[in-house]
């Protein structure tokens, strides 16, 4: 059974800093890997959509990386702003469904 | 708008009720998902339509739980005799044909079962 952990659950940074959130899963057999961004009380916004195929997808200051083969994705921010401040989700897709880790609580202080 | 759109967006309940949760997927979107999610907790999986078909109602957790879709476009999630343990967020998403495609998410719809 897939399963998808994300490390660490809760962060605190400056505004300013580069961070780095992980996310690991069980199983590489996977079809793709997907990065959301959920801002509290609300649904749940894509960041970055990796393809099995693919090594890492790049948007603005967010970078996602893919080792299929260690069973391991990182989320890389860049000069992080108090805007960021949200939980960062992290989802594997192997069949139908997404299967979703517990996410990052990050928190970006100005 | 053109996102998916959930109604209501805070439904509260009392135990053993009826409820009712409405999806609106994109215009064109062939495939339509419903996920919940409890406090604290990423979502899980409850069910996947293609079209007016239920493809994969795996994840329901049991029988008091029904979704339907039947014109192929918007969905309603239902739910009998309420429990406590139902209240979290029903989030619903929808791409083109399912498949690896990129799943798009509403804003979901709060459920407190008092």
């Known amino acids: 059974k897939q399963e998808v952990t994300q490390i660490p659950a809760a962060l605190s940074v400056p505004e300013g800093e580069n961070l780095v959130l992980n996310c690991s899963f069980t199983?590489?057999?996977?079809?793709?890997l997907q990065w959301f961004r959920q801002d509290p009380g609300k649904g749940l916004t894509s960041l970055l959509l990796i393809q099995s195929s693919q090594r890492e997808q790049t948007s603005g200051r967010l970078n996602a990386s893919l080792d299929k083969s260690s069973g391991r994705s990182t989320l890389y921010i860049a000069a992080s702003q108090p805007g960021d401040s949200a939980t960062y989700l992290c989802a594997v897709q192997a069949g139908t469904a997404l299967i979703f880790g517990k996410g990052t609580t990050l928190s970006v202080s100005s | 708008g053109a996102g998916v759109s959930q109604t209501p967006s805070n439904k509260v309940t009392e135990k053993g009720k009826y409820v009712e949760l409405r999806c609106d997927p994109i215009s064109g979107h062939t495939a339509l998902y419903w996920y919940r999610q409890s406090l604290g907790q990423g979502p899980e999986f409850l069910i996947y339509f293609q079209g007016t078909g239920a493809a994969d109602d795996s994840g329901l957790p049991n029988d008091r739980f029904f979704a339907v879709r039947p014109e192929g476009s918007v969905s309603t999630l239902k739910i009998q005799r309420t429990e406590r343990g139902d209240s979290a967020v029903y989030l619903c998403?929808?791409?083109?044909?399912?498949?690896?495609?990129?799943?798009?998410f509403g804003p979901g719809t709060r459920l407190t079962v008092l």
């Open positions: 199983d590489s057999a996977i079809y793709n």
């Open positions: 998403a929808s791409n083109i044909g399912g498949g690896d495609n990129e799943q798009f």
